[in-house]
């Protein structure tokens, strides 16, 4: 079974910075594409950023700057650096791979970015 954890959410005056991480097994990292994503209630989930296969590294045009994605392959954490945080960068995010059976999703971390 494929699991994903995901942590490091919190609240945070605008201009402030968090560090998302997400845990998974070595067979994730070997195989599988990783991003994050987020959602607002009653919104569709949004791509932030991704980590490809290839090392390439994809950002939403909104975080450019301001986020990076990062890995630590030996104690197979991806993260998520968020520096420069706004206010509409509230949401809960959500880590994800993306395999060849499929793409599996973390439980989510609320964001909360206070004006």
């Known amino acids: 079974q494929v699991q994903l954890q995901d942590s490091g959410g919190g609240s945070v005056p605008a201009g402030g910075s968090l560090k998302l991480s997400c845990v998974a097994s070595?067979?994730?990292?070997?195989?599988?594409?990783m991003g994050w994503y987020r959602q607002a209630p009653g919104k569709e989930r949004e791509f932030v950023s991704a980590l490809d296969g290839d090392g390439r590294r994809r950002y939403r045009d909104s975080v450019k700057g301001r986020f990076t994605i990062s890995l630590n392959y030996a104690k197979n954490i991806l993260f998520l650096q968020m520096n420069s945080l706004k206010t509409e960068d509230t949401d809960t995010y959500y880590c994800?791979?993306?395999?060849?059976?499929?793409?599996?999703w973390g439980q989510g971390t609320q964001v909360t970015v206070s004006s």
């Open positions: 070595r067979w994730i990292f070997d195989n599988c594409g």
């Open positions: 994800s791979a993306y395999c060849n059976a499929g793409a599996y």
